[in-house]
Every structure is written in C-alpha cells, then in structure tokens.
C-alpha cells in the first residue's frame, strides 16, 4: 500500500513515519508540508492513501481536497488535525476525505486505516 503524508510539523511526521514503518505492506511515497507540493507529489505518486494534515505551511488540506478529491478516485483522502470541530470535519467529508482523525485522540487508528479495518465515513464508499 502507497501511502503519501502531506504534515508541516516535524513531530507528527516522524511518529506517522515510526507507525508506518511497523506495518507490512506499507511503503511511503512522498512527503509534503504544503499544499501545493502535495497537489503535485500526490499526482505523480498515485497513493493508494493520502494522509491529510489541516494546517500546512502553504495552505490547507482542504485545499489538496478541493484540487484531487474528485480527480483521484483510487486515492483514499484522510484528514488528520488537532483542529476536530464539527466544522472542519463535515467540510473534509463534503470535499472527499473518508475520515477526520483528531491527532491528539485517533492518531493510532491510522494503523487500522492501513489495514483495511476503517470504516468510510462518506456515503459514496
């Protein structure tokens, strides 16, 4: 599984890096702290999942949604943030993220993400 992690803070990168590395299978591709690199990364790297921080240091996640959500269909769209409120999650939903995952709270649930054992949270999966 390819996955693409699009994080500006060091701190979380290096513990998804740590939380992938443990899993078989997974490989990740790219890697990005600003939304318009990670446009072109997740383009070019075709993921299977992009992992989806809110706050970059160029942009939002919700701005890679709005440029590949509907333009990468094999692409599974995850938002991570410490950011959870209820807003920000209908939004990524509506632009095409299959889950909003509160850092502080859900960041091990990646693993099941990366196993297949995560629900979708989108109508249309």
Do not use: W
């Not at 299978?25 to 990670?38: F, K, P």
């Not at 942009?59 to 709005?66: E, H, I, N």
């Amino acid at each position: 599984m390819k996955v693409f992690l699009v994080e500006d803070s060091p701190l979380v990168l290096a513990r998804l890096r740590e939380l992938l590395s443990s899993l078989p299978g997974v490989g990740i591709v790219g890697e990005s702290a600003s939304a318009s690199e990670a446009i072109a990364g997740i383009l070019a790297s075709e993921p299977d999942i992009a992992l989806l921080d809110l706050n970059l240091k160029e942009g939002s996640g919700f701005d890679v949604l709005r440029a590949l959500g509907g333009r990468m269909p094999r692409t599974r769209f995850y938002m991570l943030s410490n950011f959870s409120a209820y807003p920000y999650r209908q939004l990524a939903l509506r632009l095409g993220a299959r889950d909003f995952l509160d850092k502080t709270k859900d960041i091990e649930r990646v693993s099941e993400i990366m196993q297949g054992r995560e629900p979708c949270l989108q109508s249309s999966c």
